[in-house]
């Protein structure tokens, strides 16, 4: 019985699973849009950005009760890997 009730969940975790790469998709099209736009690669890390960022998604995740420890490791996860991104896909004008 616990068994399958764990299925059902982990079939729910999978469809938002692929709800996520979907974004993560637009995400990166978005991103590639910037990219476009710098000129050098220093433009790359905008830390100002980054903590505007990390300051709204903690208070939003405090005000949607999500554990903001939780949302801070994956935008700080999403951010390195979008920089490592625009780093490797970098092209001098």
Known sequence: ?????????RKKLDIL????????KKRTLLVNKI?????????IIDRKRINIILRR?????????????ITNKIWKSIIAAYINYEFR????K
Not at 35 to 43: D, E, R, Y
Request: glycine share 0%.
């Open 1 to 9: 019985m616990k068994n399958k009730k764990i299925n059902n969940i």
């Open 17 to 24: 699973d692929n709800k996520l790469l979907s974004l993560f």
């Open 35 to 43: 990219l476009k736009t710098k000129k050098f690669k220093n433009q």
């Open 57 to 69: 998604i903690k208070k939003k995740s405090i005000n949607e009760r999500i554990d903001p420890k």
């Open 89 to 92: 896909n970098f092209k001098k």
